[in-house]
């Protein structure tokens, strides 16, 4: 079940699929404290359900890491036993190390309980709902030509989880790409509700968490079209555009809908999602849809730029080029612009200088 609170614990995880590494001091008091309830390793191993072997490698530390699930069953029969100190709520802060299991990068020093509902996680979800995603196997990943877009993910991922091991890397075609360990997977889909595999298929979409909660607005949508967006002054009409890609012709990327729905909750009014604008085959026949969201009208753009704007200088500048295309003021909405105009003369006062139709 997806958490609805953006926190993953480690009871949240899959035990079969993770692998932890506690302080050797604490797993030896562990085997230590359970042999003084159950007499001899073997008749242990088998109230626990495991191998004796298990207990061995454990007590012994000889591996950098050990199965959640053994950990979870000597933590509960310690539990049971009225050892509190060992539940896996008091255990998941002490951890020095997790992974997933067989092969996997390791997160050094999680940050455990791991809190997504903030602005670095947000980022974090944004970067892999848009230009980036989850593979099949379960490795989050984010791509981008801009290489301080694939850094600032790669240190909100830090930020949020721990010491991440990262694989970062310039790819033939010159984008930049960073994949994050199986086990930041495991949370994103198990606990978050995240889905994996391609976005145009699976469709995913943004957590409830992020839109209950406002502070996470900025970062969330800042990210969204640095990645995504662009900012378009032609004949035709001055814009801010975001597409998104789906394999259904007839209804929008959820995730497209409800990052609409988050810059009107922002007042900056928002056109479409228009669509399909654009039809993609790929080499398997497979076909895509692009939908687009715009922001138009001098007003609605200008408040994006005083609200939102752009991470990346250059779209900074274009935004700011656009907005200095305009030859008229804003239009205000009805009701408004009086109190606009009363409080310019208000300013235009205290600066001294005449208050004409012109000045105004």
Same mark, same amino acid.
């Given at each position: ?34 042999? !003084? ?61 997790? !992974? ?182 790929? !080499? ?77």
């Amino acid at each position: 079940m997806p958490k609805q609170d953006g926190i993953v614990h480690l009871r949240d995880l899959p035990k079969d699929e993770i692998c932890i590494k506690l302080p050797d001091a604490i797993q030896k008091r562990m085997v230590f404290d359970a042999l !003084k309830i159950v007499t001899g390793r073997y008749n242990l191993a088998r109230v626990l359900k495991v191998e004796p072997v298990n207990i061995y490698d454990f007590e012994n530390c000889r591996f950098s890491s050990i199965t959640l699930k053994f950990v979870h069953n000597i933590s509960q029969f310690l539990v049971t036993n009225g050892l509190n100190e060992y539940s896996v709520e008091n255990l998941e802060n002490k951890i020095e190390l997790i !992974k997933s299991k067989f092969v996997g990068n390791p997160i050094y020093n999680p940050k455990f309980p791991i809190n997504f509902n903030n602005e670095d996680g947000a980022q974090v979800i944004s970067c892999i709902l848009y230009d980036g995603g989850i593979s099949s196997r379960l490795y989050p990943f984010y791509t981008n030509k801009e290489e301080i877009l694939v850094d600032r993910f790669i240190a909100s991922a830090c930020s949020v989880i721990g010491q991440v091991t990262c694989r970062k890397y310039l790819a033939n075609d010159g984008t930049f790409e960073a994949w994050l360990p199986r086990i930041i997977g495991f949370m994103l889909v198990n606990c978050l509700g995240i889905k994996s595999g391609k976005k145009t298929i699976e469709n995913p979409y943004i957590p409830k968490f992020i839109l209950k909660n406002k502070d996470c607005y900025l970062p969330f949508i800042q990210q969204a079209f640095d990645a995504e967006g662009s900012v378009n002054q032609r004949k035709s009409g001055r814009s801010i555009q975001l597409n998104q890609y789906s394999s259904d012709n007839n209804t929008p990327p959820i995730r497209l809908v409800q990052l609409k729905n988050m810059l009107e909750v922002l007042d900056i009014r928002v056109n479409g999602p228009f669509g399909p604008t654009r039809e993609c085959i790929a !080499k398997n026949g497979t076909k895509t849809y692009g939908w687009m969201i715009q922001i138009s009208n001098q007003a609605n753009i200008r408040n994006f730029s005083e609200r939102i704007n752009f991470i990346l200088e250059r779209k900074q500048r274009k935004l700011h080029e656009l907005l200095d295309s305009y030859q008229l003021p804003p239009r205000f909405k009805n009701g408004t612009r009086y109190n606009v105009v009363l409080n310019t003369c208000d300013e235009l006062k205290q600066q001294g200088t005449t208050v004409t139709i012109k000045s105004i």
